[in-house]
């Protein structure tokens, strides 16, 4: 062995350990009361924006994640009120759109011409993924405007996993990974989480929750009933009831309503806020701006969709347990 060879492995050590420092080491931006880490996710309330991927509120869609770590998306399967799609591909805006536009209009990287489409929205995030490892767990808020296409046309739930599976491979927690966890079947998280806790933030670091939203729940359920337990994104019905949390979701079927763990509702609706909040689920509430954040922490909401969510916090921060 020569005098090199020797110091070598030891040098091999230090790198690895420094690398893996790097990679799991936790992020602390003043944002994140430090407390949230050891808190399961159910149990922390956020400031999410609303709408941010429009101009008007973001310079760019990336920079939306130097103030939360929840972002919006509104997609579309049509360019236009008239113009149809193509395989593999939706577009984000969030008005349906004129003649002669890209199909395109939003803050992600592209250049309006049809490029910054919902891949290039993903990537953003999958980028800045990437370059902050050991980041505070990012959900994903996936508004569909339109049903699912017919299978020929390349745009069925099965299409939508695959996309999101190719952007984020090993990043994404899916709801089969919340069963595990909680012992359950994916397909009976909805009352099986009452009780439980899920993982710590800090359990899921360096993880991307996608959470699909549309207006009409049966959308959701035919999501959830084509992809079952290998879904790689929660579903989130319209909630205003209680069975819509622990029952047969209103326009769903009771296969898929045992696929819930998170529940969407207007400022109308944000009582059932705390009903969600009771089953363990992870409950967001939009459209409620002139009710501060630490009113929403009160209220037990998890998720509190802001246009200004720069502006809002309590005790100082926009993430912290509740």
Known sequence: ??????????????????LSHAAFGQESPAFIDPASWSTPFNRIAQVACHNCYEKQYAGTFSSVLDSVRTLELDFWDQRDAVT??????WFVRHNPGTLFQSGNDNNCTGDGTGKNDLEACLNDIKLWSDNHPGHFPITV?????QGWSKASSGRTPQDFDDLVSRIFQGKLYTPQDLATHIGSSA??????????????ASQLQGKVLLVLNHSENQKLSQYAEARTSSAKVFISPVTNGQNDVSGKVSGMSDQS????AMNNMGKGDKKWAAQAFAYSHIGRVWGDDGVSFAQHIAEQIN??????????????FRIRPF
């Open 141 to 145: 808020i996936l508004d569909k405007k």
């Open 1 to 18: 062995m020569t005098h090199l060879s020797r110091f070598v492995p030891r040098a091999l050590a230090v790198s690895m350990f420094l």
């Open 257 to 260: 309503s045992g696929y819930v």
């Open 187 to 200: 397909g009976a998280l909805q009352n099986n989480l009452k009780g439980k806790a899920w993982p710590t």
């Open 84 to 89: 149809g799609g193509s395989p593999r591909h």
């Open 303 to 316: 998720l509190s969709a802001y246009y200004k969510f720069a502006d809002q916090g309590a005790g100082g």
